[in-house]
């Protein structure tokens, strides 16, 4: 069984910037969720996909974006960097019907994104 | 507002002692509990998750955790601390009346296991 894989390990963008970052998730689950998580901080949510469509979204703005592939990997697109932007990127995945609230999501190790 | 809450920055155990990691939650409904574990550099791994069901609720690596409707708490134990448990806690809450499925996590506690 693989599990949860993420690209770029570590990432460094300038203020303005936009970014790309890749998820690929353990293999049979076709639900994925984004967390961003500072320094110091729990992850909070950013958004889920379920068979390709947003199914749900955290208090992030609409230059956070992502995509998911009908082989269920993800893409989280972050248009404008900001400084605050600068967090851990965790992607996880899980199996269910539209991602269910009882089902475990298993996380990825995340990319580092810094933004100077 | 929904919430979880770790009072805890940091717990010392000694080595061979019973360690407690605190969580307690504010979500309506009845919650879908989880606990985590972050090493240095690395994502979360998954410890133990409570359903509906019994109370104690065992997971990966000897740890175990009681969900306490009354007291809405679910405290992370382990009977006898390792050197190797020494890493960053975190416990969240996946609220059924959400509308969505996201995790809500507390702010983490680092434990720290002294040989």
């Known amino acids: 069984e693989t599990g949860v894989t993420q690209s770029p390990t570590h990432l460094i963008k300038t203020r303005g910037q936009q970014v790309t970052l890749r998820c690929s998730s353990q293999s049979g689950h076709n639900t994925v969720s984004w967390y961003q998580q500072a320094l110091g901080q729990g992850p909070q949510f950013i958004f889920q996909y379920y068979r390709e469509e947003e199914n749900g979204r955290g208090n992030f703005p609409p230059r956070f974006s992502g995509l998911q592939f009908p082989n269920y990997s993800s893409e989280l697109n972050v248009n404008a960097l900001e400084l605050d932007d600068s967090a851990l990127y965790l992607c996880?995945?899980?199996?269910?019907?539209?991602?269910?609230?009882?089902?475990?999501?298993?996380f990825g190790p995340g990319t580092r994104l810094t933004v100077l | 507002a929904q919430s979880v809450a770790q009072p805890e920055d940091q717990v010392n155990v000694a080595e061979g002692n019973p360690l407690t990691v605190k969580c307690t939650y504010s979500?309506?409904?009845?919650?879908?509990l989880f606990w985590y574990v972050q090493y240095p550099n690395r994502g979360l791994q998954f410890l133990l998750k409570?359903?509906?069901?019994?109370?104690l609720v065992k997971g990966s690596y000897g740890f175990e955790a009681e969900f306490n409707k009354s007291q809405t708490s679910f405290h992370l134990k382990k009977p006898s601390a390792l050197v190797s448990d020494s890493a960053l806690y975190f416990c969240a809450v996946n609220p059924p009346t959400s509308g969505t499925y996201k995790y809500i996590f507390g702010t983490g506690t680092r434990l720290k296991v002294l040989a």
């Open positions: 996880a995945s899980s199996l269910g019907s539209s991602g269910g609230p009882q089902n475990t999501q298993y």
């Open positions: 979500v309506s409904g009845n919650p879908y």
């Open positions: 409570y359903i509906t069901g019994d109370n």
